[in-house]
């Protein structure tokens, strides 16, 4: 079902901006939902290597890519609210290293 699959990348992706600003990341990604697709990129702090924390991040099972020191955060249909939130986690924990 396309609208379901749809609210549920925009309920994730909303948390993901949430996580991003919490964290005070800054955010690449257009807010409004007619602007954007089902990704979030977020600058890293120029002090962590993005590869790095994106080989961090998928030791701890969380897999995401990055283009420089942009990291890409794509809610697939597998990822849960859960999900998201490890993912906050394991970034602030990785942010404070």
Do not use: C, W, Y
Not at 7 to 18: I, K
Request: net charge positive; aromatic share 2%; proline share 4%.
């Amino acid at each position: 079902d396309h609208a379901a699959l749809l609210a549920q990348n925009r309920m994730l992706t909303e948390r993901v901006f949430a996580m991003a600003d919490e964290l005070r990341l800054p955010v690449l990604t257009p807010r409004s939902e007619h602007r954007r697709g089902g990704s979030v990129m977020v600058l890293v702090p120029e002090k962590l290597s993005a590869a790095a924390l994106v080989a961090s991040l998928r030791a701890e099972g969380i897999t995401t890519d990055h283009r420089g020191q942009t990291l890409r955060l794509s809610p697939g249909i597998l990822t849960t609210q859960a999900g998201v939130d490890r993912l906050g986690a394991v970034l602030a924990r990785q942010l404070k290293a």
